[in-house]
T-cell receptor, first 117, second 116 residues
Framework: SQELEQSPQSLIVQEGKNLTINCTSSKTLYGLYWYKQKYGEGLIFLMM?????EEKSHEKITAKLDEKKQQSSLHITASQPSHAGIYLCGADKGTNAGGTSYGKLTFGQGTILTVHP | GAVVSQHPSWVICKSGTSVKIECRSL??????MFWYRQFPKQSLMLMAT?????????EQGVEKDKFLINHASLTLSTLTVTSAHPEDSSFYIC????????????FGSGTQLSVL
């Protein structure tokens, strides 16, 4: 079964600093999702990557998927206290014959981000 | 705004009782929805795939008789925790994929279940 390893497990930064969270898979990633969660709350969709070498950005967050499709990174520029939370990477378990992902995700263990003002 | 709605947000019940959690797709029809469970300070684990009009598909190790899933309409899937015990206390959350959002998956707000 596919396993996702996230690093670091926790991260404490000062407001304004840049940071990177990594997500490494033991197998090829068919679809890699990044979500943000606060304890006891739902997941907020951030980005989804599918192609090797793909990079997407939204506001101050950039996500990349390497060419081999086994590693992804999430980079936050000029972090703010509002960025604090748990960041989860999730990988789809595969695709059907038509190439559409199943939608069943395996998640990494999460990275707890704290941003001090 | 939210595209997947979940209810209730939290529930407390006595051991031995059953609890039903609802997951609704808003403004779209979802033939498939997914149910996850999250224990404190742990990641999400896929429990089952809810299929409209047919039986749910359960992941290995998930008890079908304990976690009953019903997907009776294209906008509603329900998860019933039967004869709940304290070890069933967890955060349950569902997801669905709006057809107009490509392969993006959206999650509900989750349900915190506490069994006394």
């Amino acid at each position: 079964s596919q396993e996702l390893e996230q690093s670091p497990q926790s991260l404490i930064v000062q407001e304004g600093k840049n940071l990177t969270i990594n997500c490494t898979s033991s197998k090829t990633l068919y679809g890699l999702y990044w979500y943000k969660q606060k304890y006891g709350e739902g997941l907020i969709f951030l980005m989804m990557l599918q192609k090797g070498g793909e990079e997407k950005s939204h506001e101050k967050i950039t996500a990349k998927l390497d060419e081999k499709k086994q590693q992804s990174s999430l980079h936050i520029t000029a972090s703010q206290p509002s960025h604090a939370g748990i960041y989860l990477c999730g990988a789809d378990k595969g695709t059907n014959a038509g190439g559409t992902s199943y939608g069943k995700l395996t998640f990494g263990q999460g990275t707890i981000l704290t941003v001090h003002p | 705004g939210a595209v997947v709605s979940q209810h209730p947000s939290w529930v407390i019940c006595k051991s031995g009782t059953s609890v039903k959690i609802e997951c609704r797709s808003l403004d779209f029809q979802a033939t498939t929805m997914f149910w996850y469970r999250q224990f404190p300070k742990q990641s999400l684990m896929l429990m089952a795939t809810s299929n409209e009009g047919s039986k749910a598909t359960y992941e290995q190790g998930v008890e079908k008789d304990k976690f009953l899933i019903n997907h009776a309409s294209l906008t509603l899937s329900t998860l019933t925790v039967t004869s709940a015990h304290p070890e069933d206390s967890s955060f349950y959350i569902c997801s669905a994929r709006p057809p107009y959002e490509g392969e993006k998956l959206f999650f509900g707000s989750g349900t915190q279940l506490s069994v006394l």
